[in-house]
Antibody
Framework: QVQLQESGPGLVKPSQTLSLTCTVSGGSISSGSYYWSWIRQPAGKGLEWIGRIYTSGSTNYNPSLKSRVTISVDTSKNQFSLKLSSVTAADTAVYYC??????????????????WGQGTLVTVSS | QSALTQPASVSGSPGQSITISCTGTSSDVGGYNYVSWYQQHPGKAPKLMIYDVSNRPSGVSNRFSGSKSGNTASLTISGLQAEDEADYYCSSYTNSNTHVVFGGGTKLTVL
């Protein structure tokens, strides 16, 4: 059974960089056609897709955050990471990591998320 | 403002059926069969309930079904149970650079 677990600081100061890691267990992060995403949810609000990384290392980002986001993967640790720079209070949210299974034949994304981490609250405050 | 439009709330009594709508455009819901639905209980991560418009993952009750007509997708829950009370989000591929868009969520209350 695949499991995802987010980790990182729960409090970040304004203008600094938010850094989170998602550790994948129960399977290899680099096997299959998986796409690994970050999704966030401000308190009482809806979900926002931040971006994703493919097992090859290629990335796609939400244009609204693209200038501030970097997603990377460390296959040796079975982890992928999120960095969000120049944070403000508007970046306060629960951050989830999630898996898109990818199409087994084409390798293209399936555009749904079958496994999610439990989520981690990141608060931006001085 | 979310890219996909959902009603803020719906309600139903145990045993009844309810439908949650998710309206987009031809650039997302209407143009592709990449619509998915998620159930989220308070303080929990979203759980995949429907993918590719109408497919159920293994382990999801057949009381949950999905469909699409034009630019609007729908999630129907039949035989409502108390445990179905949760927030529900739709999601779709979009041919814009955003790639993935979500609805604003619908709070389901089981009366």
């Amino acid at each position: 059974q695949v499991q995802l677990q987010e980790s990182g600081p729960g409090l970040v100061k304004p203008s600094q960089t938010l850094s989170l890691t998602c550790t994948v267990s129960g399977g290899s992060i680099s096997s299959g056609s998986y796409y690994w995403s970050w999704i966030r949810q401000p308190a009482g609000k809806g979900l926002e897709w931040i971006g994703r990384i493919y097992t090859s290392g290629s990335t796609n980002y939400n244009p609204s955050l693209k200038s501030r986001v970097t997603i990377s993967v460390d296959t040796s640790k079975n982890q992928f990471s999120l960095k969000l720079s120049s944070v403000t209070a508007a970046d306060t949210a629960v951050y989830y990591c999630a898996r898109d299974p990818g199409h087994i034949l084409t390798g293209y994304p399936e555009y749904y998320f079958d496994y999610w981490g439990q989520g981690t609250l990141v608060t931006v405050s001085s | 403002q979310s890219a996909l439009t959902q009603p803020a709330s719906v309600s139903g009594s145990p045993g009844q059926s309810i439908t949650i709508s998710c309206t987009g455009t031809s650039s997302d819901v209407g143009g592709y069969n990449y619509v998915s639905w998620y159930q989220q209980h308070p303080g929990k991560a979203p759980k995949l309930m429907i993918y590719d418009v109408s497919n159920r993952p293994s382990g999801v009750s057949n009381r949950f079904s999905g469909s699409k007509s034009g630019n609007t997708a729908s999630l129907t829950i039949s035989g409502l149970q108390a445990e179905d009370e949760a927030d529900y989000y739709c999601s779709s591929y979009t041919n814009s650079n955003t790639h993935v868009v979500f609805g604003g969520g619908t709070k389901l209350t089981v009366l």
